[in-house]
């Protein structure tokens, strides 16, 4: 930290002395969040989660100094303690984030902190998603080139973030895209633009199990390919990693493979994506003992869509990355204005339909310990798998009624597997177990209007409602916002757990909010109750508490 | 121009070409532990952050159980600490008995953990903002084998017996190098056998489940009593008794006395013994 605290130091000291001579720049922003919590005995009977320090706050500020082609940057990190529902691993405080940057002759040169991304990310993906308290920033050295025409070159060492702390494992790796237009010239004549890609990551970790010979260093490749024509897009990636046992594969040796595939087509008032993924054995940590979001190299990208809408937002789809398989089949078309279905101004309607199930998995048998350990299980890609974990079918409809009235009604069909999705239960138990196997189907209908009440004041609201018998059943939620551009939001929400199969937890979760913004400052009051939840990942679990008090928000960016 | 390109492609490459990957075809060591050695050496405390109704929990069971097997209960000092979000360490109908003690929930506030299963062995690694002491159990053979490793700074001896009602304790220790630093000493009862509902990692519930190791009671308080002041040099004794209720309802043949010394600058366990009950 002294070390980090002297760089810091010194890029605001130079940012002072050099940019007043050469006219840099010196920019950032700074977040500060904090909640006062009440006692709700509904919520917490016991307590247990009414935490002893009553009130709890964290904050950042990132400073940003770029003159030319040189740039220097810090991030001040601060928790005190760490909110409920946030990774716990965040104590303390301190400069996590600095890095210098400079560029010169087709060389981009970074060391101390960076953020990267090989292809979709299915080899290395470092980057930080503050919201969930995700952040596995590298530190070490970057180096970006562009050593001939169409090809660009990035290549990485240094090890990841892992809280205030940094991961036991060395990265090592490399990407490579080549634009082949600029060497096929007859691409350009047909109207095809294609580019390919290969990237390569290699992990060092010390092992000194006195059980099991561990494979100290561990690889994954990928190539990928990129095409366009015209209104259609094709993108495929395929990766492969050597042996890695792990905490996430129970320490087997097996081989993982991932392969990704998306089309597009897009034209005036009409787009269709259709994707398919499929992963067996994916998971890449720069610790092999990580669990839950602790230190992970690669990214799956999710072949469901994300909801925004608090509902069925309860039920989200995470990636399976010890193996699935899934598509996603998106449509949406816009009927023109003036037309019987269009009306005055035109009507959008969307549709979406996911569904990811397991990969097939016949696994060697217990008794087997070597060839247990070796293979764990085996794979046929040609044969489904048996067990359901999520689909997700839905439409949307877009409209607006009047110069003064926007509406958007929503249908959505889920089906969550709660044994997965929640308890982090793996395939093997759940085929042993098949009627143990938690489920929930749900239907969920939204209505969201937006209303122009006069010049600079907007009433935006939300019906939802989630009908399921399944885990806390039923829920209906109202949501009213009413904004005065360009300086005030209100709103108030009400979630009635209306048919929580236990009568006595049929509770509400109301929410109030006051959000008073000046300039690049913004101050949000709110006051609410939040539900309790289980996050899982990789077997381990972490509970988000439940809670209720007086929060705040102050961001401001400069 | 030319010699920048070369340097980031050499740069690059050699990232690539020098980065093996090690594959591995037989992935388990022949056993080479000598556990007859009399000479007492570094053990070490593996602090098992559990519950009855973490289906994952009877992995990290399983995983003290095994390196018991392989170095011995004498040097493998495993502690259940029933302790966590009630989710977990609750009890219910299925789940009717409270393993909880306020010791280990004061512990597991103090390091800070809120999921299971986790560990931390001989506490090594513990700084006030970081989180290098927590471990998964997978981790936990690596980082025995290099506690056992390391050198024993402080040796124990403790004996313990029940008379009356009254469990006596007697606790001895002779430093090995010269200690620098206070001491404090714990001591604690952990009792085994205990049959009682598991939740288990096929999501069933086994209700012959046998529970090991866990924590019972705090002898001397959570964190211990002074034990010992700096500087402490090999030559020295240090000595203490502890007298505590015994709780009927502990199976005294099942039950073992835990002593352990800790710096209280870092909390790092320096040396732990576990001993039965006369």
Redesign the interface.
Known sequence: MKISTAIAALTLVFSGLYGQEHGGQLHGNFQLDGQWYLRDEKIDP?G??YP?ERFLGQGFANFIYTDGNFSAGMRYENYQNVMLGFP??Y????ITYRYGRFK????DITVGNFYEQFGSGMVFRSYEERGLGYDNAMDGIR?L?N??KGVN???V?GRQR????KSPGIL???D?EINMNEYLGRLDSVGVQWTIGAS?M?K?QR?????????????MGGIRSHLTKGNWMLFGEFAYK??D?S?DNG?I?KDGYGAIATLTYSKQGFGLLMSAKRVDNMSFRSD?????IDMLVNYLSPTTQVHTYALPALYQYATQINGEEGIQIEASYKFKRKTLLGGKYGTQISANYSVVQSINKDFVDLSN??LR??QGYYHDPSTFGSIPYFHDFNVKLEKKISKDYKLKLSYLNLFYNR?VLQ????D???I??PE?IKKLNAHVFVYESLYKIKPKHYLRNELQLLSTKDDRGSMAMALAEYSIAPHWFFAVQDIYNYGNPDSSMRFHYPLAAVIYTVGTNRLQMSYGRQQQG?FCVG?????V?PSNGVSFSLTSTF | MKKYVLIALSIIFTSLLSTSCDVIDQPFKGTTTDTTSTIQQRNVLIEDFTGHRCKNCPKASKAIKELEAAFGDDRIVGLAIHAGPSNFTGTNADYPTDFTTQGGKDIQNFFGTNFLPVGMVNREGWTPSGNSHWSNYANWPTLSAEAMDSTLRIALEATATVSGGQLYIDVEAYPQVGLLHDLKAVVLVKESEIVSPQLMPDDTRDTSYVHKNVLRSFVTGTWGEDFGTSPMLPGDTLHANYVASWNSNWVKANSKIVFYVYNPDNYHILQVIAVSID
Request: charged fraction near 20%; aromatic fraction near 12%; include cysteine.
């Open positions: 016991t247990e989660f002893d716990a691993g104590r303390g405080e301190g010169q002759n087709n060389l180096i080139s050593p001939i070159l990035k290549g060492i892992f809280y205030f702390e090592r790796g490399a490579a390569y290699s060092y092992g000194n199990d006195p059980f099991l010979i561990l494979p100290e260093n561990v690889a050597a042996n046992p905490a320490y040796y092999r003992n990580g669990t839950t310990d070597t350990t070796i044994s308890d982090g239960l793996g093997e138990a759940m042993a177990n143990n289980i077997g381990v679990c972490r509970v508490p």
